[in-house]
């Protein structure tokens, strides 16, 4: 490679890198105004009610389309946001650990996207897995009778260690050919992973019955959840076809993350 192409190299890179800050700042201050927007909500106690935000279709966002660096850090600034600003009627107040879900997701996620950091390959699938377990078997500790709300984590799990085993990461050139369905994995985790800190502080802190949790909650929670991939995933197709340049034909390699 010549020094003059060398140059262009970097150059192109450094805008790469330019814009995809410039979109994580976007995303975060989504997430936290996404925040103040209810989709529903529930009862934790006293007449206090807490409400699901549109957050949930901005959290996979940051770790498909950032890598797990940048997707981790934007994800946090998001939370922070989201606490700042009192979002979801007061839930981020109410869960004070709530704020680093984005974070947590954007990591994972943006691990299971593409495992590998700055060349050196890293088990980010099987991180994810093990994270998402731990959070399952926390709930089921408590509320074993409503196991069945475990469904999503459950296929959340499988896929991230299908994701491992298979060595499979996110090939977004075949994406903008139409393989939309290559994306709902790695949606899926994320807005799973999202949902973690939520779940924890549901089971841990405001203590809602296994009853509820199964017969109340879980139906709410599959519609949404279904809903809020659909809508991510045309998110990260509007995204990814606004800006071509910056996601390449092998997950985050094109950007810094993987680097």
Request: glycine share 12%.
């Amino acid at each position: 490679m010549s020094d003059s192409e060398k140059i262009d190299l970097t150059y192109v890179e450094g805008q790469t890198d330019t814009k995809l800050w410039a979109i994580g700042a976007i995303f975060a201050a989504l997430y936290g105004v996404g925040s103040l927007i209810p989709v529903s909500g529930f009862i934790i106690g006293g007449g206090i009610s807490a409400q699901i935000s549109l957050t949930l279709l901005i959290a996979p966002l940051f770790g498909i389309l950032l890598g797990p660096w940048k997707g981790g850090a934007f994800g946090l600034i998001g939370g922070i946001i989201a606490m700042a600003l009192g979002g979801g009627a007061g839930l981020y107040l109410a869960i004070p650990f709530l704020f680093l879900s984005p974070g947590i997701s954007g990591f994972l996620t943006g691990l299971c996207v593409n495992p590998e950091i700055r060349g050196r390959w890293v088990p980010g699938p099987g991180l994810a897995a093990l994270y998402i377990y731990g959070i399952m078997v926390m709930y089921l500790i408590v509320n074993a009778q409503a196991w069945w709300f475990m469904a999503y984590y459950a296929a959340a799990l499988i896929i991230a260690l299908s994701l491992q085993l298979t060595y499979t990461t996110l090939d977004f050139e075949k994406v903008k050919k139409n393989r939309v369905w290559l994306l709902v994995p790695f949606v899926l985790i994320g807005t799973i992973t999202d949902f973690s800190m939520m779940t924890m502080g549901a089971v841990y802190l405001f203590q809602i019955p296994a009853f509820v949790f199964g017969v109340v909650i879980f139906p709410a929670m599959l519609i949404e959840r279904t809903a809020a991939i659909i809508v991510s995933i045309i998110i990260i197709l509007a995204v990814i076809k606004a800006f071509p340049e910056i996601w390449g034909s092998s997950g985050q390699e094109s950007t810094p993350d993987a680097q």
